[in-house]
């Protein structure tokens, strides 16, 4: 922009230089001296030329820095996720925050610094142990408007949870993994549910970071009252007013994984981008983690039906009395039967199907344990009756997976 307007200045003095130049070639001062009106005429065109330029490059300079202006409050947008203007007026509220907890602060609605990072979730709320309040951010497009302050008792002992019993409420960032509503507490624990209150929000701790330092403990959560008690500390975990808690739960109810920022004398703003990067980070880790969990369980569950229907298999052959369908269940090379070879064992397994004219079998509660790649053990209790005997014992399958297929090399009765 700058330089054009260099150009156009250059080119109206180069016009000017030219006039004059051209008066002297054609000789003319003496009509000149004679019709003052010609060049008069001549020199009025080029003061109206140089003064419309002097205009033009006024407005010129405003729209460059109008449009200057502008960039540089979409970089700050950009980068910090409020305007400049909301850096001047928009802040975090200030105002003194009554700390009982029967009492909640909700004015109107504070946008803070924090910038969306996605859509995986729509609130987060903050604990500051130190004044003793749970902030509620919920998400607005690209921002976390600052809804409302509850008060919160915290651990009766500062800083960081290191162990079982030390009465502190850890720090760090967390996520409500579960709630529990009055019913399902007092199933557990009875008329002692009461100091829960309503409702009850269990945190991920101890969290990974918090195996990885060997801190221990357990039953973080976020939970109510006594009704009509106002508790000054816990012994870890965070309280909220009956009232008050009815309140968050209403506004997170059908949200899963919310983060729990806990912290000590930080204020609402401490480290946001850092935090929020850390949020959606271990917030990434636990769904990663609860995915391979249920991943886990469900291959644990079909391998628990494949050894289920095993047992029956096994069950419905020996019951067959034919070796021929019978033994294949068993490992030939690896069959370990005290007193016995393979051939042994066969031929003896043969011998006692052709006293018999039946065999039932009953397999009951079976159990798979010890499950390992190559290897497994299905307990279960089993009744053996013939025409001429019953018994009813525990038995135990010791299993070997070789060539892809699993087979019998242990069969022994347990206590």
Same mark, same amino acid.
């Given at each position: ?85 909301? &850096? ?35 609130? /987060? ?21 600052? $809804? ?33 509503? &009055?019913?399902?507490? @007092?199933? !557990? ?6 100091? @829960? ?28 009252? $006594? ?15 009956? &009232? ?13 994984? /919310? ?28 769904? +990663? ?7 886990? +369980?469900?291959?644990? &569950? ?7 229907? @095993? ?34 064992? /066969? ?10 004219? !039946? ?12 499950? $390992? ?9 089993? $009744? @053996? ?8 014992? !525990? ?21």
């Amino acid at each position: 922009m700058e330089s054009m307007i260099r150009r156009m200045l250059l080119r109206a003095k180069r016009f000017e230089n030219h006039v004059r130049t051209t008066i002297d070639k054609w000789r003319i001062r003496s009509a000149y001296e004679q019709s003052p009106l010609l060049i008069r005429r001549v020199f009025l065109a080029l003061g109206a030329f140089i003064v419309l330029s002097g205009i033009f490059v006024s407005v010129a300079l405003f729209l460059f820095s109008t449009v200057g202006e502008r960039q540089v409050d979409a970089n700050r947008v950009e980068k910090n996720g409020v305007s400049s203007h909301d &850096d001047r007026e928009e802040q975090v509220d200030d105002t003194p925050v009554d700390t009982s907890l029967d009492s909640s602060q909700e004015g109107g609605i504070t946008r803070t610094g924090f910038r969306s990072m996605g859509e995986d979730f729509s609130y /987060i709320l903050v604990a500051d142990k130190n004044d003793r309040v749970l902030h509620v951010l919920q998400r607005d497009g690209l921002f976390w408007n600052h $809804t409302r302050t509850f008060p919160v008792a915290s651990g009766s002992r500062p800083g960081m949870k290191m162990y079982e019993g030390d009465l502190r409420t850890p720090q760090g960032i967390y996520f409500i993994i579960q709630k529990k509503s &009055d019913e399902e507490l @007092y199933k !557990r624990y009875g008329s002692s549910a009461e100091i @829960y209150g309503p409702y009850s929000f269990v945190l991920n701790y101890p969290n990974r970071h918090d195996i990885a330092a060997g801190r221990t403990g357990s039953g973080i959560w976020i939970h109510g009252t $006594t009704p009509d008690e106002v508790p000054v500390s816990t012994r870890g975990c965070l309280a909220v007013h009956n &009232d008050n808690l009815k309140k968050l739960y209403d506004k997170i109810y059908g949200h899963e994984l /919310i983060p729990v920022l806990i912290h000590e004398n930080g204020g609402l703003n401490f480290e946001e981008s850092v935090d929020l990067e850390n949020i959606m980070a271990e917030r990434t880790y636990l769904v +990663q983690e609860r995915e391979n969990a249920i991943a886990q +369980q469900e291959r644990k &569950d079909s391998l628990h039906t494949f050894f289920v229907s @095993y047992v029956d298999s096994w069950k419905e052959a020996w019951e067959s009395m034919d070796t021929a369908v019978y033994a294949p269940f068993y490992d030939a090379k690896n069959l370990d039967v005290p007193g016995h070879t393979w051939e042994s064992w /066969i031929a003896h397994k043969q011998s006692t199907f052709e006293r018999y004219d !039946r065999i039932e079998i009953q397999v009951d509660s079976p159990e798979v344990k010890n499950m $390992t790649d190559t290897t497994v053990s299905l307990v279960f209790n089993q $009744t @053996y009756e013939s025409e001429v005997f019953r018994s009813v014992s !525990r038995k135990r399958l010791d299993l070997l997976k070789r060539d892809g297929s699993w087979r019998i090399v242990s069969e022994v009765s347990v206590q």
